[in-house]
């Protein structure tokens, strides 16, 4: 079951959530994540009426439990920077943004958490870096769509770890967090929504098809190694690539090229060192018992 909840997820993010925000072209990314937001809280709503008793209670509150204002503001940022690119075009971008980003991860965790990067680690990282500096000096600017993805999403799957809460409970917490802010713009400052029923049939939708990718994804995570999930991760880059390619016609410019190349070369090494790592630690286990 833990394959199919990746999978699910994994290909959700890659080609359903990209082709309904699609499908909403037209409507402002800030709207649609307001919409996303409020639409999300009524499912959550039902989904903790549903599963109240299997849910890991939070309580008693922790200092370190604020931290989920912090990671609610990083995932709509991540979000209203997704959508944008959608909106844009330029969904090359979002794919590339998150082929970079388990290397930021990576980076932060040595950098923040103190975690010691083993050398192929060390060395994919460094191709990483290579390859925006090459990138940017072929194009004369940073990437900087691509960054901000890879970086703000690093900076929330950090800030989940340090607040230690379970992922369904920390989704609903995050939700209603962000939901004052969201009614204030839908009521205060969004411009008016086509009034049609396939416009708001495919906002109401929004809830549902962000929501249930991150809840698959948690129960994935308890199901399968780390060293799976982490491989697994890129196919929603890659279906998005597909995509953005074959059905909506992005191109790849030489710098980008390069990128990803070099990008696909520190993701290799990476892979390689997860699967050697897990490999090591099954075997050292087997060993103690």
Known sequence: MGLLYALAA?????????????????????????????WSALFVTGLIALLRRRLANPFPLRPRHALLVVSAGLIAFNWLLYLRAVETGHMLDASLGYYINPLVSVALGALVLGERLRPL????VAIAVLGVVIAVLMAGRLPLLSLGLAV???????????????GTVGFCAETFLL???????LLLAAPPVPSDARTWSLLALTGVTTALPLIWFAAAATRLTLATLGLLQYLAPTCLMLLSTLAYGETLSDDRIVLFALIWIALILYATDALRHSKRERTMRRTMR
């Open 10 to 38: 994994y290909f959700s993010w890659g080609l359903v959530v990209p082709v309904h925000f699609r499908l909403l072209a037209g409507i402002p990314a800030e709207t649609i994540l307001a919409q996303r937001i409020g």
């Open 121 to 124: 680690q060390g060395v994919a």
């Open 152 to 166: 703000s999403f690093a900076l929330y799957g950090l800030t989940r770890k340090i607040v230690g809460v379970d």
């Open 179 to 185: 939901l004052p802010a969201a009614l204030a713009y």
